[in-house]
């Protein structure tokens, strides 16, 4: 299943490839983040038994990424420090809206959007990177990138009619493209 209306350009991929520490501690920002958003899902809907369980997987394995990534920053003696983040998450977030049940919608189907956008992208830095030690790290974690998606459009699936979920992957797929339509001018993986 894609869910990406655009992919990613070569603009793109020259850019994190020239940038690989950055795009590295940008990488360890996003696994963090990621399973800050799977632990906010299970505050927010406790009483959904079913998100609760697969998001508790995912927040797990977002850890465990956000620390196997860490490892490879300490090998390449990259100090874990702040970053400047893109105006991506931020966008799409703002077209979350707030009654529901459509917050729950909308924050299922842009989480299933990012998770898709980063295993596209994981793929290519293992396609491109010139360390092979570190291509074979993104493409193991680019199959769990692919799961991840997956069950963000299943629990969307699951609570929302298959229409209505249809419709607005579609509308936000083309605002998520139209977002990263213009590369921003620091490297990061959601950029």
């Not at 899902?41 to 394995?61: C, D, G, H, Q, W």
């Not at 607005?168 to 339509?181: T, Y």
Request: charged residues 25%; aromatic residues 6%; glycine residues 4%.
């Amino acid at each position: 299943m894609n869910l990406l209306v655009t992919p990613t350009s070569g603009e793109w991929i020259e850019q994190a490839i020239a940038n690989l520490d950055t795009i590295l501690l940008d990488h360890s920002h996003c696994e963090r983040k990621a399973a800050g958003v799977a632990l906010n899902f299970m505050f927010r809907y406790p009483s959904l038994a079913l998100l609760v369980r697969k998001l508790t997987a995912i927040a797990s394995e977002e850890l465990d990424h956000f620390e196997r990534v860490n490892q490879w920053l300490d090998r390449r003696g990259i100090p874990l420090a702040p970053l400047n983040a893109p105006p991506y998450g931020a966008r799409l977030k703002a077209r979350i809206r707030p009654a529901e049940p459509d917050r729950l919608l909308d924050s299922l189907l842009i989480s299933a959007l990012i998770e898709a956008r980063s295993h596209e992208r994981l793929g290519l830095l293992a396609e491109h990177c010139p360390d092979r030690e570190l291509a074979d790290f993104y493409r193991e974690l680019m199959a769990s990138e692919a799961r991840h998606y997956g069950i963000y459009w299943v629990l969307a699936d699951t609570y929302h009619d298959r229409a209505v979920v249809a419709q607005r992957l579609e509308e936000l797929a083309a605002i998520e493209s139209e977002i990263l339509s213009t590369l921003h001018p620091e490297p990061r993986i959601h950029s």
